[in-house]
């Protein structure tokens, strides 16, 4: 780790850093009727944004530019400047890059990342701007805390366990599970076959949800046969640039989820993705 970023990193107030239940009680906003959850067309990137029936609103990654705000600018209030949770699931610029911005435009009370250390530009800035945040609670994610929004809503954090200062970046993903009554949303942030398949091992049918995020943009390093078995979803969202010089999504990665009859859509194809659910089942808004 360069002096340079250990400085940033240090200068970092971490609370409840091992703190497994966290509670909110005051709602953040207005009462919604659904639980709703965007997968942001970002280009190449991740940037997902919920916003809970009780008000809590959660963005996860920030894609790499200030096209997220643009994109925000469609699922809120023009006058909504208040967020309760973002969540850094890696240091990559693909997902930390835009978060820069959000946190100049918006307040955010509540700052989830990893401790694993990247010292790209955008990761540094975003390092910078988050411990400069006012006000904000910095989190480091750990395995097992459990997130409340509200009464309804709950963010299990399944990975990373342990400590990840030595871990490659994407190794250290947190990997989160919304879940609201009945329906379960998988967020994997760029999590390989390994860290996807300890899991299976550990949490078993627990890891059981509607909605999976294909790991990697659909890269072939995740998305292993195993996991699909134990998430067994409904919906496999793709979020990736349109024509992206990576090729995602894989071709082996798009013809296994269609071997388990899963519903795939993209941000490539279709922009924004939104999903709206009542708590017993799921569906894509138009």
């Not at 239940?21 to 965007?38: D, H, Q, R, Y």
């Not at 994997?188 to 049918?205: C, F, H, K, R």
């Amino acid at each position: 780790m360069s002096s340079r970023f250990g400085l940033i990193k240090t200068s970092l107030i971490f609370v409840l850093v091992l703190v497994c239940i966290l509670v909110w009680t005051i709602p953040a906003g207005a009462p919604e009727e659904f639980l709703t959850v965007s997968f942001l067309d970002v280009g190449q990137g991740d940037s997902i944004h919920v916003v809970t029936p009780d008000g809590f609103e959660v963005l996860v990654d920030g894609g790499s530019s200030a096209t997220v705000l643009r994109q925000l600018s469609t699922t809120r209030s023009f006058f909504d400047r208040k967020i309760d949770l973002m969540v850094a699931t890696h240091p990559d610029t693909d997902h930390v890059g835009g978060l820069v911005d959000v946190l100049d435009r918006y307040q955010v009370t509540n700052i989830m990342m990893t401790g694993v250390s990247n010292e790209a530009t955008a990761a540094l800035a975003f390092a910078k701007a988050a411990g400069s945040e006012p006000g904000a609670s910095l989190i480091e994610a750990k395995a097992g805390q459990i997130i409340r929004l509200g009464a309804s809503t709950t963010l299990r954090v399944l990975s990373p366990r342990g400590g990840v200062e030595n871990w490659q970046s994407n190794n250290a993903s947190i990997i989160l599970q919304l879940v609201y009554g009945d329906i379960e949303f998988m967020l994997t942030g760029d999590a390989p076959a390994s860290i996807e398949n300890y899991l299976v091992g550990t949490e078993g049918d627990s890891l059981r949800s509607e909605v999976l995020k294909l790991g990697h943009h659909g890269s072939k390093t995740s998305t292993s046969k195993e996991f699909l078995e134990a998430v067994a979803p409904d919906f496999a969202v793709v979020s990736a640039g349109a024509q992206n010089r990576y090729g995602h999504p894989n071709r082996e990665v798009v013809d296994r989820v269609n071997q388990f009859d899963v519903n795939l859509v993209s941000t490539a194809e279709l922009g924004n993705i939104v999903f709206k659910s009542d708590g017993q089942k799921v569906w894509l808004t138009e």
